[in-house]
């Protein structure tokens, strides 16, 4: 990156060097770090204790007014001292220099604040030089990594489910990316089954091919559940006209699959398993009809995919040298010709997994199994990250000890990341829940609120499509709230409020940002030489500590892969930033210190944009 000497430049501006560099520590990317080391080197001279170790246990304080860092002594694990009195020793031994301007002893911590000055010169000057690229930390460079996700049925429109996914995914790919990994983004469809020849009947029967090119999704759907009607009705028939027959449960589930729809289905889909050109035909048409229509749906959601693959493109050899490796490696029992793999031996809770039934079909986990093996071929992954929902946590972990089992050392760079259901989600006007039905509503609210300020909304350029991007903030915002495991309740007033923490306050803290830049008059070339003395007021102090702990929220999250912390943190940055507002004026004030107070507010919005942009929003500049 063509930023890392910008810090250390800053610094030797204002007659200062970084302080020497701890191990795991980025000062070049993360301003916080440049205190770290700072006091990890004073504290070292003052108590002998191993730099990495001081370093290690410094945290962010909760509170601002307890400091910008603070050390609980007992973390650090001294035998034979008093923390207490430890603290006082320390705090009044300790040579601030020009990088702290405070050291407080308070009980068993001892509290930092940071030379004000100082913070304001690097961390202002950082962000307004290295504008989208502040947060990034070269944590993963060289590595590659594989995100699965969304991974929708081909001919079903989105769900819920599916939308937490494609979210989720869609944030943890960036997430990778702004720390340095290659990110490719795969979209592993539901593309293959039997219920591709209920489908190719379906149309035949119920198709129409006008409204295949004009909504294939919606249409295939409307054809898929006319033609599971059918089959329903036919079992009920079958299972009403032998009622009066004996038969034992297994002959009588058998008798209630014989609907003849069902086996045509069962009929087509063999000969597409054969091969057979026809029916090949008209499953990639409906597939190609069908990708085409999610492209555009996740173009509004800004996820683009390197890769759309599916079951369908799983080599059959792949999955008839996954089971013929089972069973070299000893894992296969067979029971009633049915091949299964006992896990209990390697963990108890795994239970056994069926990998072939015993007509010799394969299922899910063999082309799984089948799918990664040739994945770990074509990319050479470091990590690959299969973003599923908690349901499947069984079925991921089978199959992660199946491919350890299997000998193939890369197994162990799996991960599953798995999240709760979405609960409540029913339009307004109470039909099926669609992601578009979900999305179009949004929009149709906010442009309702937005032409409600006649004078604003004239200013817009493009309204419809700005009413879109806001609907959009408020359906991933209140997804992204709570923790990813958790259910969450969809609650459509709450989302598509204004007031509160929601997708639109956001924007809206966003927009207002841009409208105080636009009406200043102020050069951004001026910003750069902006006068920070000038910056007396605690809201200012308070807005500038927290912006520099973005980088730290960054690679907290790496850690816990929550997009609800980068939530958390924009939402607090976003409420200093309104605090300010009603002391920190830069209409009418004079022009060194409206550049000041600009530039704090250039920075403070450079750091919402890359946030909410991290979580996959489009922030707006007018609303």
């Known amino acids: 990156m063509s930023s890392v000497s910008i810090i250390t430049k800053e610094l030797e501006n204002l007659g200062l060097q970084q302080p020497s560099t701890i191990k795991d520590s980025l000062p070049n990317y993360n301003i916080i770090d440049v205190f770290r080391n700072y006091i990890s080197d004073e504290l070292n001279r003052i108590t002998e204790i191993d730099k990495e170790t001081i370093f290690n246990s410094l945290d962010n304080s909760k509170l601002l007014d307890q400091g910008d860092l603070i050390i609980p002594i007992p973390k650090l694990k001294i035998k034979g001292i008093n923390p207490n009195e430890k603290s006082k020793e320390w705090s009044g031994k300790f040579e601030k220099g020009k990088f702290i301007s405070e050291v407080k002893s308070q009980g068993v911590f001892l509290q930092f604040f940071f030379n004000k000055n100082l913070l304001f010169n690097l961390t202002i000057n950082d962000v307004l030089k290295r504008k989208q690229e502040f947060g990034y930390l070269p944590l993963g460079v060289g590595k590659k990594a594989i995100v699965e996700f969304s991974s929708p049925n081909i001919a079903k429109p989105f769900h819920a489910g599916h939308l937490r996914s494609t979210i989720i995914g869609g944030f943890i790919s960036n997430l990778y990316e702004k720390i340095g990994w290659e990110v490719k983004r795969i979209n592993y469809l539901g593309d293959w089954g039997k219920q591709f020849g209920l489908l190719a009947i379906g149309f035949e029967r119920y198709g129409s091919e006008e409204l295949l090119l004009e909504d294939?999704?919606?249409?295939?759907?409307?054809?898929?559940?006319?033609?599971?009607?059918?089959?329903?009705?036919?079992?009920?028939?079958?299972?009403?006209?032998?009622?009066?027959?004996?038969?034992?449960?297994?002959?009588?589930?058998?008798?209630?699959?014989?609907?003849?729809?069902?086996?045509?289905?069962?009929?087509?889909?063999?000969?597409?398993?054969?091969?057979?050109?026809?029916?090949?035909?008209?499953?990639?048409?409906?597939?190609?009809?069908?990708?085409?229509?999610?492209?555009?749906?996740?173009?509004?959601?800004?996820?683009?995919?390197?890769?759309?693959?599916?079951?369908?493109?799983?080599?059959?050899?792949?999955?008839?040298?996954?089971?013929?490796?089972?069973?070299?490696?000893?894992?296969?029992?067979?029971?009633?010709?049915?091949?299964?793999?006992?896990?209990?031996?390697?963990?108890?809770?795994?239970?056994?997994?069926?990998?072939?039934?015993?007509?010799?079909?394969?299922?899910?986990?063999?082309?799984?199994?089948?799918?990664?093996?040739?994945?770990?071929?074509t990319y050479k992954f470091d990590k690959m990250i299969y973003v599923i929902a908690s349901q499947q946590d069984l079925h991921c972990q089978q199959f992660f000890e199946i491919l350890k089992q299997m000998g193939f050392e890369w197994a162990n760079n799996l991960e599953h990341i798995n999240f709760g259901m979405v609960q409540?989600?029913?339009?307004?006007?109470?039909?099926?829940?669609?992601?578009?039905?979900?999305?179009?509503?949004?929009?149709?609210?906010?442009?309702e609120v937005m032409k409600k300020n006649e004078d604003k909304y004239s200013q817009i350029e493009e309204p419809d499509k700005i009413a879109d991007l806001i609907g959009i903030s408020a359906v991933m915002i209140q997804d992204f709230q709570s923790k990813r495991i958790l259910n969450y309740e969809f609650k459509w007033d709450r989302m598509t409020s204004f007031e509160g923490d929601t997708g639109p306050y956001l924007q809206y803290a966003h927009s207002r940002l841009c409208s105080v830049e636009r009406k200043s008059n102020i050069k951004k070339e001026e910003l750069e030489n902006a006068n920070f003395e000038l910056l007396t007021e605690p809201c200012a102090l308070n807005l500038i500590r927290i912006i520099a702990q973005y980088p730290d929220i960054i690679k907290k999250t790496v850690k816990n892969m929550e997009a609800?912390?980068?939530?958390?943190?924009?939402?607090?940055?976003?409420?200093?930033?309104?605090?300010?507002?009603?002391?920190?004026?830069?209409?009418?004030?004079?022009?060194?210190?409206?550049?000041?107070?600009?530039?704090?507010?250039?920075?403070?919005?450079?750091?919402?944009?890359?946030?909410?942009?991290?979580?996959?929003?489009?922030?707006?500049?007018?609303?």
């Open 216 to 377: 294939p999704i919606n249409h295939l759907f409307e054809v898929y559940v006319k033609i599971n009607n059918d089959v329903r009705n036919e079992t009920n028939a079958n299972t009403e006209g032998e009622k009066n027959e004996e038969f034992d449960a297994s002959e009588q589930d058998e008798k209630k699959l014989q609907s003849s729809t069902n086996e045509e289905a069962r009929n087509f889909f063999k000969r597409m398993e054969d091969g057979d050109e026809s029916a090949l035909k008209i499953w990639e048409r409906f597939r190609d009809l069908s990708i085409e229509r999610y492209i555009d749906t996740y173009a509004r959601l800004n996820i683009k995919y390197d890769v759309y693959s599916g079951e369908s493109q799983v080599p059959k050899e792949k999955m008839q040298n996954a089971t013929k490796l089972f069973e070299e490696k000893g894992l296969i029992h067979i029971d009633r010709g049915a091949k299964l793999i006992d896990l209990t031996k390697f963990n108890k809770k795994l239970g056994k997994a069926l990998v072939e039934k015993s007509d010799g079909t394969s299922l899910y986990l063999t082309r799984d199994v089948g799918e990664a093996i040739k994945r770990y071929e």
């Open 424 to 447: 409540g989600m029913s339009t307004r006007k109470g039909n099926v829940v669609f992601l578009d039905n979900i999305l179009q509503e949004t929009k149709e609210k906010m442009h």
């Open 564 to 623: 609800s912390t980068i939530v958390t943190y924009l939402f607090n940055l976003t409420h200093i930033v309104s605090q300010c507002y009603d002391i920190l004026w830069v209409a009418g004030q004079e022009k060194d210190i409206a550049i000041a107070r600009l530039a704090l507010y250039a920075t403070a919005r450079q750091v919402l944009n890359n946030g909410m942009k991290l979580l996959g929003l489009t922030p707006v500049e007018r609303m």
